[in-house]
């Protein structure tokens, strides 16, 4: 490691040149002289710079010759708060975040309250001249991971080349009832019916789409199962309609559901999610952890 010399003042950045190959919480830790817990508040609160660009990614791998700044003060550790949406990751191509339960993730009607423009108020104030371009999305009543584009031209190649780029992508509920076998598979054709509810069917009934969903039953009750679902397709309302096929639907939810709602809410959370850069071609990795009301539930 090399550090570059000069002045550290309040609010400025200590600079450092990238000797060896390492993820870069692992190379703070080891060439930083700050505390563990700064160290990680400083990488969360957007107070890391690689290259120029902020970078919050724990994993994130450095090379040698890359230029990496840390902020000396608290300011950045204050850097964006908003109650529904947590930003994981940021570069100049995209951005990862985690949604909270009852948020939607893009315009709809007249409802104001939407991932996209609380982005776009934050791109908006911090001087970003660019805005929030939805790839995918969370039912309002999901919570977990999701991506955005910051350009046109990014939003393009994710949404066209989407099978292709996310390699693994899952998420983990807490569903209804006791599921006796360990792990599964289920896949049928999914399509909407007129009041656009999603219904399955083992044979193509003319304009639906096959879905295939894997689950793998993490810890269970008598009266409820802690499942982790792999999609294999990416369809609307796949998992859980699916769940609903198990004859084990996902707790609090109200279209598919049965009643079950220990949680007062609909217990589906995105926690992993696993792509290709569109424009770097670097795998990128993003986890969170289950939601602890979910795991409250099998103490």
Known sequence: MKMFTGKSTPG???HYVVAEEAPLLEWLLKNVAQSRSKIKATLQGR??????????QFDFPLLPGMKVAVSNTKRNQQGFKN?????????QWIIVIEKAEGILSMAAGHSALNVKAVLDD?????????????????DRDTSGLMVY???????????HNWHDIVYDRRYVAVVS???????????????DNKAYVTYSSAT???????????????????EHSLVE??????????IRVHSADMGHPVCGDVKYGNGDDPLHRLCLHAWLLCFTHPVTGRPMEFETPIPAAFRKLFK
């Open 12 to 14: 400025d950045y200590s």
């Open 47 to 56: 107070g890391v710079k690689v290259d120029g660009k902020t970078v919050s």
């Open 83 to 91: 109650r529904f949406v947590k930003i994981v990751y940021e570069d």
């Open 122 to 138: 934050y791109f908006h104030k911090s001087r970003q001249r660019c805005t929030a371009h939805v790839v995918h999305r969370l």
């Open 149 to 159: 584009a910051k350009d046109m031209e990014t939003e393009q190649t994710l949404e």
């Open 177 to 191: 009832g006791e599921i006796e076998q360990d792990d599964g598979t289920i896949a049928n054709w999914l399509k």
């Open 204 to 222: 193509d009934p003319g304009g639906g789409k096959y879905a295939v969903t894997h689950f793998h039953v993490l810890d269970r009750t008598t």
């Open 229 to 238: 679902f792999k999609l294999e397709t990416g369809r609307k309302n796949q």
